[in-house]
């Protein structure tokens, strides 16, 4: 079951976006069409990473010809019929391709029915946005990229539940009680400013004034200070360590990075990439320092150029990689 849901390695994804380019370009072969087929009939990943490159294309539609489209579907569509898993196939492009970063998103971390609800979400942000709304009680909340939340105010009670991403909330003079819940559990602000941030199969609360309460959905308590910060599943709380600045820098439109890896900073700037964004192994470890500007990619992209010994490579319009100079 693990191979399952295992992310393709990085040469395996750029092995899938050099055929995807390859057959985009319109210079493709019978022959090379023969040659994809096997490449895909070798392994899982390269059928898992094949259907991710076709899953951001569809995002970029815009940029492709019909028949280059139709060819990349066809290409994935052929190797499962020829498995004898047509249907089951044809319906897993059908998800992907409507749903585009949605379904990759939903694939890695087992999340899609949350993101789902978020697209019906009273407030949401698309990747790369990033905005404040203000509730009538003189909350303010921030919205992280690709965020959504929905508000319930009723005359005992103020709650916010986020749906998908990150926010920060800094709530308003009120003497109802204030809830902020995921599906992992429910936070209780005590006169606070907070962020919480959805991240995989845990939510990550960092409080920067006042005092947070934390409830598990399994009934797990634990309350967070100013300055400090903790992880919680369902059900179990982690140790609580000092509240990380960079968790509130966003609102700033800045990603902090303080001496950590490569990897790490490209994870994070890649939320707010409407494309791939992925980095070789080879240069993963390097160490970052500074602050990237989170609202230009493409700027924060340069600025790795000039202090690392890395390029950024295209292979196609919305497929970028960090590769060793």
């Not at 990075?257 to 791939?276: F, K, M, N, S």
Request: zero cysteines.
């Amino acid at each position: 079951m693990q191979a399952d849901t295992a992310t393709p390695s990085h040469a395996v994804m750029q092995q899938a976006a050099e055929w995807f380019a390859l057959l985009r370009s319109g210079d493709a072969t019978e022959q090379d069409r023969a040659a994809l087929r096997d490449w895909l009939d070798q392994a899982r990943d390269h059928r898992q990473a094949w259907a991710y490159a076709e899953s951001i294309s569809q995002r970029f539609a815009a940029m492709q010809a019909p028949e280059n489209r139709n060819a990349a579907a066809g290409a994935l569509t052929h190797i499962h019929a020829k498995r004898g898993g047509r249907r089951r196939l044809l319906g897993s492009i059908a998800v992907l391709a409507g749903a585009g970063w949605l379904g990759w998103a939903g694939w890695r971390n087992g999340g899609l029915s949350d993101m789902a609800l978020g697209w019906s979400a009273e407030h949401r942000t698309a990747t790369g946005e990033m905005r404040e709304i203000r509730l009538g009680d003189g909350t303010r909340v921030w919205l992280n990229t690709a965020t959504a939340l929905n508000t319930d105010y009723q005359p005992a009670t103020r709650r916010i539940q986020l749906l998908t991403g990150e926010m920060l909330i800094d709530t308003g003079h009120d003497p109802r009680p204030f809830f902020a819940e995921t599906r992992h559990g429910r936070l209780q602000a005590l006169g606070t400013r907070f962020t919480v941030r959805l991240d995989g199969d845990n939510t990550l609360l960092a409080v920067y004034q006042g005092k947070v309460a934390v409830t598990t959905s399994g009934g797990d308590t634990r309350v967070a200070e100013a300055g400090q910060q903790l992880r919680f599943s369902a059900d179990s709380i982690q140790p609580t360590m000092a509240a990380d600045p960079a968790r509130e820098a966003w609102t700033r439109g800045v990603l902090l990075a303080a001496d950590i890896p490569l990897q790490e900073l490209v994870t994070e700037l890649a939320r707010y990439h409407r494309g791939h964004l992925g980095v070789s192994p080879k240069v993963a470890h390097l160490r970052v320092l500074g602050g990237y500007p989170l609202r230009d990619p493409e700027r924060a992209l340069a600025m790795l150029e000039s202090v690392l010994p890395v390029k950024v490579e295209r292979t196609l319009p919305w497929w970028t990689t960090i590769e060793p100079k």
